[in-house]
C-alpha cells in the first residue's frame, strides 16, 4: 500500500515536444505529491509539487494533473528542451506518517534538439 | 547559500568493514532524512530525525544500520559489517520544519561501493 507506481521506465522525446510521465499510488493517507528531477552525480531537486485539494498545478513549463478518484497523477513537460534530459521520480508522502517521500521508480527522460 | 552536504562523496569498504557517511543540514532545518538510492531505482526511505529525536527507522533494512543527530544538526549514518547489498548512494535530506509545506532538500549524495 505504500508503493508509488511510475511509467514509463524511458521516454524519448524531440525538443518541443510534450513529455508525460505517470504515477499510480494505493495509499488514501498520501496528501502531498512532488515531482523531483535528478541528474547524473546529483540529488534530486524539487520541481513542482500538487495537494488533493486541486487537480490541476502549472508552473511555467511544467504541469503536474491529479485524479484523486483514479489515485493518479502525471508530471506534464511543454516545449521540452535538451535541458530537460534527467530522471524524474514521483513521490507521494501522509503528513501523518513522518511526511517521509515514497518514491516511483523513476523515468528517464532524453531530448534530442 | 550553502545547501545540504554530504561526505564523503564516494566510499569503497571492503565486505565486513564498517562505514560512517556524514550529512550537514541546511543550517537551522528541523527534519533530516536520509534516504538510499539503489542503481536505476527511486530512493528509498531509510530513517527520519526531528532536531536530535530519531522518530521514525521503519526503513533501516538491518540492525547493522544506525543513524544519529545527537545535536540536532549533522547526523552520521554507520553500517556496521558492510555487505554487497549495501552499495547504493545515501542521500540525505532536510526540511526547516516538519511540514510538507516545506520542500526537502537534497544533498549529492554518497556513493558506497561494497567489494
Known amino acids: 500500500q505504500q508503493q508509488v507506481k511510475q511509467s514509463p521506465q524511458s521516454l524519448i522525446v524531440q525538443k518541443g515536444g510534450i513529455s508525460i510521465i505517470n504515477c499510480a499510488y494505493e495509499?488514501?493517507?498520501?496528501?502531498?505529491f512532488p515531482w523531483y528531477q535528478q541528474f547524473p552525480g546529483k540529488g534530486p531537486a524539487l520541481l513542482i509539487a500538487i495537494r488533493p485539494d486541486v487537480s490541476e498545478k502549472k508552473e511555467g513549463r511544467f504541469t503536474i494533473s491529479f485524479n484523486k478518484s483514479a489515485k493518479q497523477f502525471s508530471l506534464h513537460i511543454m516545449d521540452s528542451q535538451p535541458g530537460d534530459s534527467a530522471t524524474y521520480f514521483c513521490a507521494a508522502s501522509s503528513s501523518y506518517n513522518t511526511d517521509k517521500l515514497i518514491f516511483g521508480t523513476g523515468t528517464r527522460l532524453q531530448v534530442f534538439p | 547559500g550553502a545547501g545540504v552536504s554530504q561526505s564523503p562523496r564516494y566510499k569503497v569498504a571492503k565486505r565486513g568493514q564498517d562505514v560512517a557517511l556524514r550529512c550537514d543540514p541546511i543550517?537551522?532545518?528541523?527534519?533530516l532524512f536520509w534516504y538510499q538510492q539503489a542503481l536505476g531505482q527511486g530512493p528509498e526511505f531509510l530513517t527520519y530525525?526531528?532536531?536530535?529525536?530519531?522518530?521514525?527507522k521503519s526503513g533501516l533494512p538491518s540492525d547493522r544500520f544506525f543513524a544519529e543527530r545527537p545535536e540536532g544538526s549533522v547526523s552520521t549514518l554507520k553500517i556496521q559489517r558492510t555487505q554487497q547489498e549495501d552499495s547504493a548512494v545515501y542521500l540525505c535530506?532536510?526540511?526547516?520544519?516538519?511540514?510538507?509545506?516545506?520542500?526537502?532538500?537534497f544533498g549529492p549524495g554518497t556513493r558506497l561501493t561494497v567489494t
Open positions: 495509499n488514501t493517507a498520501f496528501d502531498y
Open positions: 543550517s537551522g532545518h528541523v527534519s
Open positions: 530525525f526531528q532536531n536530535e529525536a530519531q522518530l521514525d
Open positions: 535530506a532536510s526540511t526547516l520544519f516538519p511540514d510538507s509545506l516545506y520542500e526537502q532538500y
